[in-house]
């Protein structure tokens, strides 16, 4: 299309836009909105993913059927579901990869964001911004053994990679040992960390230094340390999480993290947890470092963090890590990280975890949802490989790739929405939300054992 439009044109343009604009506005303002707005929705969904998003997206699972012709259009939720834009309602056990720990549209948070917007969405980057540093004090009180000083991001990328350049920053070492099945964002840095060779390909050479080793191996864990101290090349820092979400939730063997805790200490490397997706509560405790009675060096944040209604991240460390950002707090900022709104629902976000305490109800509740699972699988074991799981961190994992996906269009078909993790495609997960009622988790498994007796081996 020609950028040389006439003045005439431009502005009939404009005006398209405007009255395109107006009407999308007007049906976000709406509570309900009728069948032919929703069939209107629908195909501007489509098109528009087609046409100016990525048409990548129509093809990927369970969005579309299997004529293409009709979408799946989220457009509300509440509580543990959320509703298409034709009114059907589907329990959440994707839970947006594992944001959603304390339920759609949490009340609590929702207010916290909606009451800081009435006076003031972002900061001037200047002056001093009150509920940054109290979040700050507030994550320095919860987090595991002496971790201290927050740096705020927007997402659990944006997290790795500031612990990643506060790893470099604290010496002069440039190895990262990192682990198979690892997912730790998609940038420059956190790929580099990442261990799936589909993502890392097209993007090589990646940032150098990193070096992969089997997760739970604690001899070839220090074999590498070994290794790299005697060719002059140390370890500046291990990265982990210490539950593996998006490998195929792997959980890591007894005692492991507590050997490499040691080894990091013996080599002078710090150790960094990935708790983008096992934090706030997810696997029954705020931290899954408590789980495991490990203290990182710098702790990771995201996704479950800002509530689910706000993106937001963290880093936390230890102070002796994080004071070389002392005399200079500009050797690495953002813009929109720790903004007020992000802070506001964070902070509420933790006031509900504690209160209502969700990771003992994580627990509790997923104890019983792991046992239904296995029960309801037993006479599938020609499907069904193993189902594993720490609280509400579950992963049901499949022999072969195509299962994953007929049992995952079954369940969704029948209103409850699981996806396979990225690096362990035949693997679903199941991570709803920490409120999840028993009546739901005893629909998910029913919905479960009815649709692996449909599926073909």
């Not at 820092?237 to 080894?263: C, D, M, N, S, T």
């Amino acid at each position: 299309m020609s950028i040389d439009l006439s003045r005439e044109a431009k502005s009939e343009q404009m005006k398209n836009v405007s009255a395109y604009i107006d009407k999308v506005l007007s049906l976000i303002e709406k509570e309900e909105v009728t069948t032919e707005e929703a069939a209107w929705i629908t195909k501007e969904t489509v098109d528009g993913f087609r046409e100016n998003v990525n048409p990548g997206f129509l093809s990927y699972r369970k969005t579309v059927t299997k004529d293409s012709q009709f979408a799946a259009v989220e457009w509300s939720d509440t509580g543990s579901c959320f509703k298409d834009v034709n009114g059907k309602e589907y329990i959440d056990c994707l839970g947006g990869f594992g944001i959603y720990n304390v339920g759609h549209r949490n009340p609590k948070v929702v207010k916290a964001v909606t009451d800081q917007l009435k006076r003031q969405a972002l900061h001037s980057q200047d002056l001093l911004d009150p509920l940054r540093a109290m979040l700050a004090k507030i994550l320095a009180d919860i987090t595991p053994g002496d971790l201290k000083y927050s740096f705020f991001s927007n997402s659990g990328t944006e997290s790795v990679e500031a612990a990643l350049k506060l790893a470099k920053m604290y010496s002069d070492r440039t190895t990262f040992i990192s682990t198979t099945r690892a997912f730790h964002g998609k940038s420059l840095g956190a790929l580099s960390g990442t261990a799936k060779g589909m993502f890392r390909k097209p993007f090589l050479p990646l940032i150098p230094g990193f070096r992969h080793v089997p997760f739970g191996d604690i001899d070839m864990m220090r074999k590498t340390f070994e290794i790299c101290s005697s060719v002059g090349e140390d370890v500046a820092a291990v990265i982990l999480e210490p539950i593996q979400g998006e490998g195929g939730i792997i959980l890591p063997p007894e005692g492991y993290l507590k050997q490499v805790r040691e080894l990091c200490d013996q080599y002078g490397a710090l150790l960094i947890f990935d708790e983008v997706q096992t934090g706030m509560g997810r696997t029954g405790k705020m931290f899954a470092a408590e789980l495991y009675d490990v203290v990182p060096d710098i702790i990771c944040l995201a996704k479950a963090f800002g509530g689910g209604v706000m993106p937001a991240g963290a880093v936390v460390a230890k102070e002796e890590v994080f004071k070389s950002w002392f005399p200079n707090p500009f050797m690495h900022t953002t813009t929109f990280g720790g903004n007020p709104l992000a802070c506001a629902a964070a902070i509420a976000t933790i006031g509900v975890l504690i209160e209502e305490n969700l990771p003992e109800r994580a627990a509790v509740v997923g104890e019983y949802f792991l046992k239904e699972l296995k029960e309801a699988a037993k006479g599938h074991e020609d499907k069904v490989l193993e189902i594993r799981g720490q609280g509400l961190m579950i992963g049901i994992e499949f022999h072969k790739d195509e299962i994953g996906y007929d049992v995952s269009k079954g369940m969704f078909d029948n209103g409850v929405l699981v996806a396979g993790t990225l690096i362990n495609s035949k693997t679903i997960r199941i991570e709803p939300a920490l409120t999840i009622s028993y009546e739901e988790v005893d629909q998910v498994v029913s919905i479960f054992k009815k649709v692996l007796s449909q599926v073909e081996a």
